[in-house]
């Protein structure tokens, strides 16, 4: 059988009992998988019995205001005001400049083994679709290497700034996939988050909403979410982001919620950067994590994902777009322990995100296109527990990025 690319001796992510496989690819699809597969192919890779995974998904990031750190202002006393210092540099951002930052986050991303990305883009009377449309080129330019799909939203408020729902239903109409939204900085927190549904419905498009960032539990919009994703029998497509407020459930609190985002098919994002460096900015001592404990949900059948958020802005002024370190981040938050809870962590920006973004054959299967990633990692959960480095990465069977591991040079 004549193949494009053959990689050997892969350790299969979540079958690293069985022996080693080969995987065949032929025209961007494995269409061989077994221990020895014969033959030669156009590139021959061995993994050496190193972790292959199927490519990992960027399940929530912003592009479009990743990289702008040094234009905004400092942070004043405990509060970042992150919210306020983007807004004010807004006016001066062209779609060219969005697109430059968002290409440089982005292939960040891609060195570091993404394959899949959903991207939240703003807009407001401040930004107009500028931002947007910068993020919007990346799509057609990096499809060799990503699929991309964007999530608008208004970071600002909605119901309570003129002009934003027209600007919100111009991106839906215009290559958005996604609804968002963050109706902690709007006045009428249900008035926004009703309007996404309507929108969902009406474009036929899944729901993607930052909510209950917060240090408390009061006056959650969780309930709300899910009465919704029920009554529009949206189950699946719909996804919150943060929800820090839950860590301050009572645990029998905790997981009747968990088992309500089960039940109503409602997916769980978190965001670990971003929640430490803002969390408990009320409190001189001890700050919360404010990290939700996915692998809690997921033991209730929710679904939990994590990903990387913001880069390089003043929500977080930090960022590598390294999945693998943002799973040892999280679980050191949440305190994963055992094998299987660190290895859990793994699965929440692969099969757990690739879930809650509807990825159609997701997974290394015979049939299913050929985005893999080689880890340095014997498996998943030391790949997580020591952070271990990706080496190469292929969308659609084609390279996208090669890291050559570590040489220790002993002495002769
Ligand atoms: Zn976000």
Redesign the pocket.
């Known amino acids: 059988m004549a193949l494009d690319l053959l990689i050997r001796n892969a350790r299969l992510a979540w079958r690293e009992t069985e022996p080693l496989h080969d995987i065949g690819v032929r025209d961007g699809r494995i269409v061989a998988l077994q221990p020895g597969i014969a033959g030669d192919a156009g590139e021959v890779v061995d993994a050496a019995g190193r972790l292959v995974s199927p490519g990992f998904v960027e399940s929530?990031i912003?592009l479009d205001k990743s990289c702008i750190i040094d234009r905004c202002g400092c942070e004043e006393g405990r509060n970042a005001f992150a919210v306020k210092r983007i807004s004010a540099i807004k006016p001066e951002i062209t779609a060219d400049d969005a697109h430059s930052r968002a290409a440089r986050t982005l292939e960040r991303c891609l060195m570091n083994g993404a394959t899949i990305m959903r991207t939240?883009a703003e807009v407001d009377p401040r930004i107009g679709l500028r931002g947007f449309e910068g993020v919007k080129r990346l799509v057609a330019e990096y499809a060799w290497a990503i699929d991309i799909e964007i999530c608008v939203m208004a970071q600002e408020g909605w119901t309570n700034l003129p002009g934003v729902d027209e600007l919100m239903v111009a991106a839906l109409q215009n290559g958005a996939r996604v609804v968002g939204g963050a109706p902690g900085y709007d006045t009428d927190h249900p008035g926004q988050i009703r309007r996404i549904f309507e929108l969902a419905r009406e474009y036929d498009l899944d729901v993607d909403i930052?909510l209950d960032f917060g240090n408390d539990a009061n006056d959650m919009d969780v309930p709300l979410v899910c009465d919704l994703t029920e009554q529009y029998g949206w189950g699946g497509r719909v996804a919150i982001?943060h929800v820090t407020k839950m860590c301050a459930l009572p645990p029998d609190a905790f997981d009747h919620m968990a088992r309500r985002l089960a039940d109503t098919g409602v997916a769980l994002t978190i965001?670990p950067a971003t929640d430490l460096f803002l969390m408990g900015r009320n409190q001189e001592m001890n700050p919360p994590r404010g990290i939700v404990d996915g692998n809690r949900l997921i033991r209730h059948g929710a679904t939990a994902n994590l990903s990387t958020?913001?880069v390089m802005n003043p929500f977080t002024p930090y960022g590598d777009c390294n999945l693998i370190r943002m799973a040892n981040l999280y679980g050191l938050c949440v305190q994963a322990a055992s094998a299987e809870e660190i290895a859990r962590c793994f699965d929440m920006f692969t099969i757990q995100a690739a879930k809650l973004m509807r990825v159609p054959d997701y997974g290394i299967a015979v049939g299913n296109p050929a985005d893999l990633v080689i880890v340095n990692a014997p498996d998943r959960r030391h790949a997580i527990a020591e952070n271990r480095e990706t080496l190469m990465s292929f969308k659609r069977g084609r390279r996208v990025f090669t890291r050559e591991p570590a040489v220790l040079h002993r002495p002769s």
């Open positions: 929530h912003h939240h930052h982001g965001l958020n913001n």
